[in-house]
């Protein structure tokens, strides 16, 4: 009896040469994509934020978007590329969405979406809850 192609210890293509297994492994940091790490990015600072204001971050809703809108909103005079914040109304809880591109545009490196990322999110919350965003992360514009 032969075995299952997953149980061999050298994987071959159909054609019995080259190798099908994945060039690095998946726990690598160059496997994920640039929206995967992007929102891990998002997910690691909503993570720290709330364990300084769970009050303030369990009731809104934060969602990626890779572009925002053609249009600004009626209301904004000096639109935000990077992020948008909508307060909560009928039954709808309040929303933060930061927009993937034009801050992976505008970023220089890794570090420096980081640390965007971060601002953003800060600036947004502080937005939604009538704060400076220097009381919600002293560092906040470092």
């Known amino acids: 009896m032969s075995q299952p192609p997953w149980q061999a210890h050298v994987y071959r293509d159909r054609h019995g040469r080259g190798v ?3 060039m690095f492994g998946v726990r ?3 496997y994920r994509s640039s929206s995967g790490g992007f929102d891990d990015m998002v997910a690691a600072q ?5 364990k300084a ?5 369990s009731s809104i809703q934060f969602a990626v978007e890779d572009v925002p809108p053609s249009g600004p ?6 639109p935000n590329p990077f992020s948008r914040s909508f307060p ?3 039954g709808i809880p309040a929303r933060i969405v930061l927009y993937r591109l034009p801050m992976q545009t505008h970023a220089r490196s890794r570090l420096d979406l980081q640390l965007m990322v971060r601002d953003e999110l800060v600036a947004r919350l502080a937005e939604l809850f009538g704060r400076h ?3 919600i992360d002293p560092d906040w514009g470092m």
């Open 20 to 22: 099908r297994t994945p």
């Open 28 to 30: 690598l940091p160059r």
């Open 46 to 50: 909503i993570r720290r934020l709330n």
């Open 53 to 57: 204001w769970p009050q303030m971050v």
């Open 73 to 78: 909103l009626p209301w904004e005079s000096h």
């Open 88 to 90: 909560a109304g009928r």
């Open 133 to 135: 965003p220097e009381d």
